[in-house]
Each structure stands twice: as C-alpha cells, then as structure tokens.
C-alpha cells in the first residue's frame, strides 16, 4: 500500500482496512511523482520540425535529453487533478488554521480581478494607460486609511512579514534622520509571531523579550521597568488583538509610554480581522502597521503566496513611506517614483499586487462599511461560540472572551499519553484540517483555533461534534488510534523526524541514488 516509498505508520493493531490491488481507495487515486508517470519522448504538443534555423550554441548545445517528464495532455491533467484532490482546500471544508485568517474567497473578487482591463495590466505601461488601475490602488488605500484612522499606508509590500519590514525601515529612516541612531532596541512580547523579531533584526535592531501574564497579555511592570532606561529603545513591536486571540487592553498606555521614551510604536496588524469596524488602529497611537489583505480582506492565500501587505503609516513616519506611491493631480493620478530626501526608498520593483488590491477592494466594496464591522463581529462571535462550546471538554488556555481566534492548551490531554500532534492528526481523519498547533509558543501544546465568519451555525456545530468527540475519545484512553493517525488519509503518518534529519529535496532518476541534502 506505500505507493512512493513514504514512511508510514503501521495501521493499529487489530483493525484491518481491506486492500486495493491499485492501491487507490475509492475516489482517492494512487499517484506517482510527474517524474515517474513520464516518458522521455512522449509529448503533448505536436510542432513542425525547426527548418533552416542554426544553432548558434555552438559546444554549449546540449546532448542529452532535456529530462522533463513527457506526459500527453490528458495524463497531464490527470495528474494535477488527482493531486488537488490530496489538497485541502478553504473550498472544501472548515480552515481552523489560527492566526492565518483562512476566510471564504468570494467570487466576485475573482470575477473582478479577471477584468480584462486589469488583469492585463503591465506596470510599464504608461501612466496614460492605466488611470483605471492607479484610480484603483487610491480608492484602496483611501477605505484603509479610513479603517485603520491613519494619515498614509504604503501600498506596495507584498506579505505581512514585507509590510513589517516597511513599517521598522521607516522607523529606523526617522530615528537617523533625527540624529538617533543610537536606539537600536526593540521590544517584542515573547508570544509574538515569529517574524518579528526576525524583521527587527534585519533592520539591524536588537530584539529584547517581554514577557506576558498569565492572562495572556503584556507584562506591563516588565515594559515600565525597561523603559525607564529607555534611551536605546527604537520601538515596540506589539500584536493587538495579540497571539493569544486576546485584546491588550493596555494599548494606549504601551503607546504613551514608548513615545515618551522617544520610540516608535509597530503594531503587527495580521488580526485586524477582528477590529475593523470597531477599532481604529490611529487613535491607539500606533505609528505604523501591516494589514494583511489576504487575512483580513480574503484574498486567497497560502502556499506561500501571494500576499499583500500594505502598511499604515503615523504623522510622525509618513515622510519616510517608500516609493512608489499614487497622487491624484485634479482628475488624474500619478505615480511618485523617485524618492525624496526622506522616503526610504523602494522595496520592490513595481507597485505591489496588483490582483490582490482588486480582491480587497472588491470585498470592502460589496460588503460596505457596515458588513465590514458585521464580518468582524461574527468572526469574534464564531471564535468564541467555539471556545465555550468546547471548554468543558477541552481547556481553554485563558479565561475569559476570546476575539477572533480560541486558544487552547494540552492540558486536556495531560496523562491520556496522547499530545497536541497526535490530536491534530486525528482531526484529519475527521475531514478537518489542523488548527494551528504549538504557536503561540508560551502556550504549553498549544490549539489555536480560527473560524472566521465565513462558517455557518450548522457548520460550526458538525465542527464542534467532531472535536468533543475526539476530546472524549482521548479521555477514554484511545491512545493507539490517536498514535496512528491519521488513519483514512491518502498518505498516512510521515515520520517527521527523518525527513527533518534527513531531507531528501530533490527527485533524482532511479539510477542516481537520492542523497541527503547536506546537514548544517
Ligand atoms: C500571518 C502573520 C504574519 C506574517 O504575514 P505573512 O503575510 O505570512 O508574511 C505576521 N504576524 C502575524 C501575527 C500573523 O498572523
């Protein structure tokens, strides 16, 4: 039954799931690497053969085969469906990934977004050209700085950790600009996402942690002691609602602190989900802030991309925003390419993604400032109907009102010798994928759990079945099935160990044996 040669766990003893010859259960069709299926000489395309061209490669021509699977249309197609049908998908089923923000797509943001007129735009076309789109990324940036209460937002990072980049350069570009180059520190909460203190360190900031309580929020006796010899602090980096799916209450004093120490206040703004509408970041005394367009405003994301980070700027940094940027000159735009004195400079090539600010405007648009404000009322609503629906069966980390996101521990399962992974891989069993698991990291074994509001009360509910069920089944000391989990997956158990210590990144032909890649 091991089609690829993948480790997998041994099916638990006592049951006996009864074989294929093919190795495909059901639907769930076996599939081998493209590499495999191939052969060298087959193609899908039929072309006249090159007349009276010459080579000009001279001895750099090639000799061997080119080594790309040959595979006809339809085995093509075959096999990147049978593929997608492995996948996961915010399409076919709850999403509860925390902190990622796996909402609905609408598909009017996609029907938008394939406008002819935009979507084959070129970013050098000239300006004349595309007033549509330059209009486009102004009204955008209009409803965000409305939302979020701020003077300006720099369009064009392209994630939230490129919109953080953005936020801590024009930071630094303004502390050097006022002869500060000697605040080089930064503070960051211990729960924070990890980019954070990656960023600050890239800007060439020194990280220096903050612990939180055992509520779940900022330790604010820590923050005033550590400011109160604060004349090397560049800022804070703080995320609101934090990590742990829970508001910082604390947020105007943290900010009137750090400008009183003459830092900077970055607030990680990946969970504005659940302010927008209600909270505007601008009168916290925030200075800058990424939003993540494809978290809070449903553009499709994962797999790495792509993503969208525009990233709000105060009074005090929007001199240093990068280029490029849109003006509106009477009734035309502009884009400011070069930079002044000030500007940091430029961060990408052209303008930022351009498909992603048609889905969000699009999703800002069709929902209206009130169904923005219901979207994030219902995200809260949905996160907490899930925490208290399972709180007597599994633990809530914290007490008390989640915000958009419930954040369990593994003390549910303490003693049942099954943990957080052994949990989240059962819940694929049940059709689900994984919430996230062990982030935040002050949180021991930790669950968080985000529904969005794309779910419906029925949906939330067969969610809800599954997982006390699961809950009570680990109580009664199901250990071995948890272990061998999942049990129904095309693929069952990896042994991630061994492809931790042993990654093997590379397919090589059969008669080239796969070597491990080389340990650090
Ligand atoms: C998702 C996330 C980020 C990073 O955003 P990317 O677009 O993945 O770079 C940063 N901070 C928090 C809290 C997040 O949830």
């Given amino acids: 039954m091991n089609s690829g040669g993948r480790p997998t766990r041994p099916v638990a003893a006592g049951s006996n799931p009864p074989q294929t010859v093919s190795g495909s259960k059901a639907l769930n069709q076996v599939q081998k690497l493209i590499f495999e299926i191939g052969t060298p000489r087959r193609t899908g395309v039929d072309l006249p053969e090159p007349k009276g061209t010459e080579s000009r490669l001279g001895s750099m021509e090639r000799k061997g085969d080119i080594g790309l699977p040959g595979l006809s249309e339809p085995e093509t197609l075959r096999h990147y469906i049978r593929l997608s049908q492995k996948n996961y998908a915010i399409d076919l089923g709850v999403y509860p990934l925390g902190s990622c923000t796996m ?123 550590k400011l109160v010899h604060g004349d090397d602090i560049a800022g804070i980096m703080l995320t609101n609602p934090n990590t742990c799916g829970l508001f910082e209450r604390d947020v105007i004093e943290i900010a009137d602190l750090i400008h009183k120490t003459g830092g900077y206040f970055y607030c990680d703004g990946a969970n504005f989900n659940a302010l927008v509408g209600r909270v505007r970041p601008g009168d916290l005394g925030i200075d800058a802030m990424h939003l993540n367009l494809h978290k809070t405003f449903s553009t499709p994301h994962g797999g790495g991309g792509p993503g969208s980070g525009p990233t709000v700027l105060s009074e005090a940094l929007k001199d240093y925003a990068p280029v490029p940027f849109v003006v509106k000159d009477g009734e035309s735009y502009r884009l400011i390419e070069d930079a002044d004195n000030r500007s940091f400079g430029r961060m990408c090539a052209f303008h930022g993604q351009m498909g992603m600010f048609i889905r969000a405007l699009t999703y800002m648009m069709s929902h209206g400032a009130d169904g923005l404000k219901q979207a994030t009322e219902d995200a809260v609503l949905n996160a907490n109907y899930i925490q208290a629906s399972l709180s007597d069966v599994m633990t809530p980390a914290f007490g008390g009102l989640c915000m958009h996101e419930a954040l369990f521990d593994d003390r549910f399962l303490r003693d049942t010798g099954i943990e957080t992974l052994d949990f989240a891989k059962a819940m694929i069993d049940e059709g689900y994928h994984p919430m996230t698991m062990y982030f935040p990291m002050v949180v021991h074994g930790a669950m968080l759990i985000e529904p969005t509001e794309s779910e419906s009360r029925e949906e939330l509910d067969r969610f809800i079945t599954s997982m006390r069920s699961l809950a009570e089944r680990a109580g009664s000391g199901d250990v071995e099935n948890f272990k061998a989990a999942p049990i129904h997956a095309p693929l069952r158990r990896l042994d991630e160990t061994r492809a931790a210590r042993n990654p093997i990144l590379r397919w090589k032909p059969p008669d080239e044996p796969p070597k491990a890649a080389k340990q650090a």
């Fill in 103 to 225: 909402k609905h797509n609408p598909r009017l943001n996609e029907k938008m977004a394939r406008l002819q007129g935009l979507a084959d735009v070129h970013p050098l076309q000239p300006e004349s050209t595309v007033q549509g789109a330059l209009e486009l990324i102004h009204e955008l940036a209009h409803w965000i700085t409305t939302l979020t209460g701020m003077p300006t937002v720099a369009m064009s990072p392209k994630a939230g950790a490129h919109g953080e980049l953005c936020g801590m350069m024009a930071i630094r570009a303004r502390l050097d600009a006022d002869g500060e180059s000697k605040r080089r520190r930064v503070l960051v909460p211990e729960s924070a996402h990890g980019t954070n203190p990656a960023t600050a360190v890239r800007c060439g900031f020194s990280v220096d942690e903050i612990p939180g309580t055992d509520q779940g929020c900022i330790h604010m006796e820590t923050l005033r002691e």
